[in-house]
């Protein structure tokens, strides 16, 4: 493979990243038009990576062309959308939860206990930035060790697809605090090596998760939309997977 096409490929990924990352923390807005050349410019690169990565991000659906004028915008967050990626990640969440009770070490336990402990001084404190990234170290706790990489890698990627809809949640102060719940319940059942009781907790947090959206997901209801979280830039870890 020639060296220009390796670097070829790294300017497309990078720029697949950078706009991913945009979209999903909320700085491009949803239904912004996205214009090649004013990307290009931003992000340094010439417009074929910014092209490959529109196609990419499309194929995922962050973003839609828009038949008649042929421009790319942000797709706007959809309850449809929403309950597709909840209903997969409680599909997900279950099976790596029952791997984790069997498989996860005490040293995992202690870190998954002192991430809990954050949440909760990130969630008496109202710090948003806090919450998200608490919840997201929790969850990527229990992907990793669950033990089966492929399983981490689809339930992290499916992870970094329900931001938007994590902010959302997550930006009551009330719901925070339930989830807040939630996390100690599935601890409590890690922590007891019971996995029908931590495969439960893990359901009903993504069914509550449901609950909560359908009802803020109304026509007409300017909270659909989530704004941008200062400093939740990096939606792939945010915060880093514990």
């Not at 008649?68 to 409680?90: F, K, T």
Request: negative net charge; aromatic residues 4%; charged residues 25%.
């Amino acid at each position: 493979m020639a060296l220009g096409t390796l670097n070829y490929s790294r300017m497309s990924d990078l720029a697949y990243q950078e706009l991913r990352d945009a979209i999903l923390s909320g700085q491009l807005v949803p239904a912004s038009r996205l214009n090649q050349d004013e990307l290009a410019r931003r992000l340094g690169v010439s417009r074929a990576p910014v092209r490959d990565a529109l196609n990419r991000l499309e194929a995922e659906g962050l973003v839609k062309t828009l038949s008649r004028a042929g421009g790319v915008v942000v797709a706007e967050a959809s309850e449809q959308e929403m309950v597709s990626i909840y209903e997969l990640r409680a599909i997900l969440d279950a099976a790596s939860t029952r791997l984790a009770c069997e498989r996860m070490s005490e040293d995992d336990l202690v870190r998954l206990r002192a991430i809990v402990d954050e949440t909760g001084r990130a969630t008496e404190a109202n710090d948003s930035q806090g919450i998200v990234q608490a919840h997201a170290q929790f969850h990527y706790l229990i992907y990793a060790a669950c033990g089966n990489p492929e399983l981490t890698r689809v339930a992290q990627n499916l992870w970094d697809r329900s931001y938007r809809y994590r902010i959302m949640a997550l930006s009551s102060a009330e719901n925070a605090r339930r989830g807040l719940a939630q996390h100690r319940a599935i601890l409590a059942a890690l922590e007891a090596r019971d996995p029908q009781r931590a495969v439960a907790a893990a359901e009903e947090h993504d069914q509550a998760s449901i609950r909560h959206l359908r009802g803020w997901m109304q026509p007409g209801d300017d909270r659909r939309q989530p704004g941008p979280i200062v400093g939740a830039v990096d939606t792939t870890h945010a915060g880093g997977p514990s």
